[in-house]
């Protein structure tokens, strides 16, 4: 499964692809890809281990993007566009969980000791970054305006 690195990159090309413009759009959909992930950040600081929470704190359901979702139509209609492209981006995370992805990745545990688990993570976070920046560097480049044309 991709890391946080990976969710938001590909959020940010699939976000393009779909047609979102606005920085601000765009920005949504991203941090909506890398919303679940707070459950890192949550055993971090509860635990002293990332991964002691991960996929264990409810933000890897399908209840995630229906709060966001709910929280932004009750905010009023100014706001509920905004918070549904936060919400479609946490469903993306989600759906990037479940796929197949084609190269070999390194699950991090904190398990095997800190020194092992950032390795893990630096391996797994560059490979993010080789195949899902690709798809954003493309992404953008295929769908910016070229100034002055």
């Not at 600081?45 to 991960?54: R, S, T």
């Not at 993007?65 to 492209?85: E, F, H, K, T």
Request: no cysteine.
């Amino acid at each position: 499964m991709p890391t946080p690195f990976g969710h938001g990159l590909a959020a940010y090309a699939l976000g393009r692809i779909a047609g979102l413009r606005d920085r601000g759009d765009v920005m949504a959909f991203v941090a909506g890809g890398v919303i679940p992930d707070l459950d890192l950040l949550a055993g971090l600081a509860l635990q002293g281990d990332p991964m002691a929470l991960h996929r264990r704190f409810g933000t890897h359901t399908l209840l995630t993007p229906a709060v966001i979702a709910s929280v932004a139509l009750l905010a009023g209609r100014a706001r509920a566009r905004r918070g549904i492209i936060v919400a479609a981006g946490a469903a993306l995370h989600l759906a990037m969980d479940v796929m197949p992805w084609v190269y070999v990745k390194a699950e991090p545990t904190s398990e095997e000791g800190w020194l092992q688990f950032v390795s893990a993570v630096a391996r797994s976070s560059a490979m993010d970054i080789a195949a899902f920046g690709t798809l954003a560097l493309a992404a953008w480049a295929l769908t910016s305006r070229r100034r002055g044309a």
